[in-house]
């Protein structure tokens, strides 16, 4: 993704969304950034307009809310412990604004 194909995208009436893990700096003209970081990697794409993290996972969200994101999110964690993970979230967001909880509807729904 290039600020070319972003620029036509838009000439085409498009609006350009991504998810990425940060550890490129996304290109200027995205509509939509969406970082959600991955354990032991390197970010530096600080800013967007959402930060979703995994949770509980080795990425901590105490402290992070002070970037440049208009958005904060976590999901909990799929797998057997799903409903402990959601607990555990649900918990977190409730004692720290403006963290919000989010949830894989897909999944919640039986939607592979």
């Known amino acids: 993704l290039d600020e070319p194909l972003i620029e036509a995208c838009h000439h085409h009436g ?3 969304a991504v998810e990425t893990n940060g550890t490129i700096e996304a290109p200027a003209g995205i509509d939509w950034i ?6 032991n990697s390197q970010w530096t794409q600080t800013s967007g307009d ?8 080795e990425v901590v969200p105490d402290g992070l809310d002070r970037l440049d994101f208009k958005h904060f999110f976590l999901q ?11 607990a555990t979230a649900r918990e977190w967001c409730r004692r720290h604004p403006p963290w919000r909880l989010s949830l894989q509807t897909h999944k919640l729904l039986g939607i592979p």
């Open 76 to 86: 909990p964690l799929d797998g057997p412990d799903l409903e402990d993970h959601t």
């Open 34 to 39: 969406c970082v959600s970081p991955k354990p």
């Open 14 to 16: 498009f609006e350009v």
């Open 50 to 57: 959402e930060l979703k993290l995994v949770f509980p996972m």
